[in-house]
C-alpha cells in the first residue's frame, strides 16, 4: 500500500486561488504541485464552497466533521457556516421565488447553472427545499425542449445564410412573426447559438495618380434619396477568387440600396464601366440622375463622361483618396466579399463558380436580405411596396 502525501494548507489554498482565477488548468496544477490525482483537487474545492475550510488544516486521519472538532474551534466554524449559508440564501433569492410552488424550472435550471461554480449543487437545491433527482429531471426537460424564440432565431440566420446581425434579426421578427423583442435578447441567443453575422475587413485606400476629367462632389455623404432614379454611385472591386484576378463593376440606387446593374471582367478597361452604365440605363428614365464615383481611371476618363451628359446623367466624384464619400457602394463590396467569399476559407474556386457566385449573392442582395433602413424589408420588397 503507497504512502499517503502530506500537502501543506498554503498548498491546498494556493490551488484553490489558482482554480477560482482560472490561470492554470487542473494537468497544469498537478505538474506545479506533484499532485497525484485529481479528485484531491476537487476534494479540496468542495470543502472551500461548503464553507469547510478549516479541513485545509487538518493532518491525515483527523477530517472530522463540520461541527464537531476540537472546543475551541466548533463554535467560530459553526458561525463561518450559518453567515455563508444566509449569504447565500440572500443571493440566490433574488433570483427565484422562495416557495417551491412558485420556482419555474427554467429559471431554477439557468440559477443553478449561473452558480455552481461558486455553491454546490446539492446546498443550492436544499436551501430551495427541491430534490437534487427534481433539478436534474427539470434539467433534461429543458435541454430538450428549445424555446421557440431561439429556434426561429436560428432558423431566421439559416434562411439568410448568417450574413445578417441582431438588428435586421429583430426587425424580422416583429414584421414576419408578429414578435416584439429587445435587440440585446436576439443577440445574447445569437452569441450562445454562434450566429454572428461576418465581419467586413478593412479596405485598404490606394491613392491613384493624375485624374484626366475631374468634377466636383455633389453627393457630399448625402446618401438619402427620396424618389428612385435620384442618386446613383458606382464602384469597381476586385475578385482575387478564382483561377485569375476579376474585377467587378457595380451600380447602386440610393433609394433603397438596390443593385441595378452590375458586371464582371477580367481587366480593368473603360469599357467595364461602360457596359455597366450602358445595363443601368437600360429601361429607366435617366434624366435629373447623379451618378456618384470615385476618381479612377476609368470615371475620369473622356469616354465615362461622354457617355454620362448623353444619357442625360450628371456626374460627381468623391476626393482624392477619401472612401467616405463613397461610402454605400464600398460596404456593399466589403458584405459581398466577407459573406460570400470570405467563408470559403481560401478553398480554390474557378472563375465560372465565382461568377455563379456573384450572381447569386446579387439575388440574394436585392430580393432577400433585409435592410435596418428599409425597416427589414429587402431592397425590391421595399420598392415594390412604395411603388
Given amino acids: 500500500m503507497g504512502k499517503k502525501v502530506v500537502y501543506p494548507e498554503e498548498i491546498k489554498r494556493e490551488v484553490i486561488r489558482l482554480k477560482l482565477s482560472g490561470e492554470l488548468t487542473n494537468k497544469e496544477i498537478m505538474e506545479k504541485f506533484g499532485i497525484k490525482n485529481k479528485t484531491q483537487i476537487n476534494t479540496w474545492m468542495r470543502w472551500y464552497r461548503n464553507g469547510e475550510e478549516h479541513r485545509l488544516a487538518q493532518p491525515i486521519g483527523k477530517q472530522y466533521a463540520f461541527g464537531k472538532g476540537p472546543d475551541d474551534d466548533s463554535e467560530i466554524s459553526q458561525l ?13 433569492f433574488g433570483k427565484v421565488p422562495r416557495n417551491r410552488k412558485e420556482v419555474v424550472p427554467e429559471v431554477f435550471v439557468e440559477v443553478v447553472e449561473a452558480y455552481k461554480e461558486q455553491y454546490t449543487i446539492t446546498t443550492i437545491c436544499e436551501c430551495f427545499e427541491i430534490p437534487k433527482s427534481t433539478y436534474y429531471r427539470w434539467k ?11 429556434q426561429l432565431v436560428i432558423d431566421i440566420c439559416q434562411s439568410l445564410s ?39 475587413v478593412k479596405r485598404r485606400v490606394y491613392i491613384a495618380g493624375e485624374s484626366k476629367f475631374v468634377v466636383p462632389n455633389l453627393l457630399k455623404q448625402d446618401f438619402k434619396a427620396d424618389r428612385p432614379n435620384q ?16 474585377y467587378l463593376s457595380t451600380i447602386m440606387d440610393l433609394y433603397n440600396n438596390e443593385i441595378i446593374a452590375y458586371k464582371v471582367s477580367d481587366t480593368q478597361e473603360v469599357k467595364l464601366v461602360l457596359d455597366t452604365l450602358e445595363a443601368a ?17 476609368q470615371y475620369t476618363s473622356y ?24 461610402a454605400v457602394i464600398e460596404s456593399f463590396h466589403s458584405s459581398l466579399k466577407s459573406e ?21 449573392y446579387m439575388y440574394y442582395y436585392n430580393y432577400i436580405r433585409p435592410f435596418t433602413k428599409l425597416n427589414c424589408h429587402s431592397p425590391v420588397e421595399f420598392r415594390t411596396m412604395v411603388a
Fill in 281 to 297: 440605363c437600360k429601361g429607366r428614365e435617366t434624366y435629373e440622375v447623379i451618378l456618384h464615383s470615385d476618381q479612377g481611371a
Fill in 140 to 150: 433534461k426537460r429543458v435541454s430538450a425542449e428549445l424555446p421557440l424564440l431561439h
Fill in 162 to 200: 448568417f450574413r445578417v446581425g441582431h438588428r435586421n434579426v429583430r426587425g424580422i421578427l416583429q414584421n414576419d412573426h408578429k414578435i416584439k423583442v429587445n435587440r440585446k435578447t436576439v443577440q445574447k441567443i445569437m452569441q450562445k447559438y454562434n450566429l454572428q453575422c461576418q465581419v467586413k
Fill in 340 to 360: 460570400e467569399f470570405n467563408t470559403q476559407n481560401r478553398v480554390h474556386l474557378t472563375n465560372s463558380i465565382v461568377l455563379e457566385k456573384v450572381e447569386s
Fill in 80 to 92: 463561518r457556516k450559518k453567515v455563508k449559508y444566509y449569504e447565500m440564501r440572500d443571493e440566490l
Fill in 303 to 326: 469616354d465615362f463622361q461622354e457617355l454620362a451628359k448623353e444619357k442625360g446623367i450628371t456626374t460627381s466624384m468623391s476626393r482624392k483618396g477619401n472612401c467616405f464619400d463613397n
Fill in 231 to 246: 442618386k446613383w454611385v458606382t464602384d469597381i472591386t476586385y475578385l482575387p477568387y478564382g483561377e485569375k484576378m476579376l
